[in-house]
């Protein structure tokens, strides 16, 4: 069980805008801290794609974009591409645990 | 470019020990905290351990801690992980991580990751 909760699995058809949420508590996100994102292509190593709630590192596209609020956040992707199938994980920081922690991860389907 | 390259991944008997390392690349190593966390054959991503620029600061999750320990060699610009007491829970892709200044807890750059497996 993962201490972020994120749906298993998210879809769209080419074009549409999607999100994928992901839900904490008063010790992780709730408690102030940052979360961050990143994308599994299938085979591959995570890449980072939004650190600190909302910045985007160089070289990823402006149609991800992250949100966050109260004990929950988000990652939107717009104008869905093929490419963009992939599975999704948010990670944050836990003070009761003093671990980074991981959301289950969303896979994310171009239909 | 930055390069994260692990090796030292195998198959061990429950019990065993191996030792993980990653060739780092590309960047001044010495102003970087690192990272391991590591990934179970279908299943999402896990913390491992975390160490500090220095190698002053070390932390670990419960399920590691007392087995597994992170350490680094900045003249070799290299990081490492020895895991003793090895679990066939312990089965995933390790991955090292680069931690950059712009977020204290997040990696920013990943190796490709090397297979740990621990069966009998």
């Known amino acids: 069980q993962s201490v972020l909760t994120q749906p298993p699995s998210v879809s769209g058809a080419p074009g549409q805008r999607v999100t994928i949420s992901c839900s904490g508590s008063?010790?992780?996100?709730?408690?102030?801290?940052?979360v961050h994102w990143y994308q599994q292509l299938p085979g591959t190593a995570p890449k980072l794609l939004i650190y600190?709630?909302?910045n985007r590192p160089s070289g990823v596209p402006d149609r991800l974009s992250g949100s966050k609020s109260g004990t929950s956040a988000s990652l939107a992707i717009t104008g869905l591409q093929a490419g963009d199938e992939a599975d999704y994980y948010c990670?944050?920081?836990?003070?009761?645990?003093?671990?980074?922690?991981f959301g289950g991860g969303t896979r994310l389907t171009v239909l | 470019q930055v390069q994260l390259v692990e090796s030292g991944g195998g198959l061990v008997n429950p019990g065993g020990s191996l030792r993980l390392s990653c060739a780092a690349s590309?960047?001044?190593?010495?102003?970087?905290?690192m990272t391991w966390i590591r990934q179970a054959p279908g299943k999402g991503l896990e913390w491992v351990s975390y160490i500090s620029s220095s190698g002053h600061t070390i932390k670990s999750p419960d399920s590691v801690k007392g087995r597994f320990t992170i350490s680094r060699d900045n003249g070799k610009n290299s990081l490492y992980l020895q895991m003793n007491s090895l679990k066939v829970e312990d089965t995933a892709v390790y991955y090292c991580?680069?931690?950059?200044?712009?977020?204290?807890?997040?990696?920013?750059?990943w190796g490709q990751g090397t297979l740990v497996t621990v069966s009998s």
């Open positions: 590309g960047f001044t190593f010495t102003d970087y905290h």
């Open positions: 991580a680069r931690v950059p200044a712009t977020c204290s807890r997040c990696g920013d750059h």
């Open positions: 600190g709630n909302n």
């Open positions: 990670q944050s920081y836990d003070t009761s645990l003093g671990d980074w922690v």
């Open positions: 008063s010790s992780n996100i709730g408690a102030g801290y940052d």
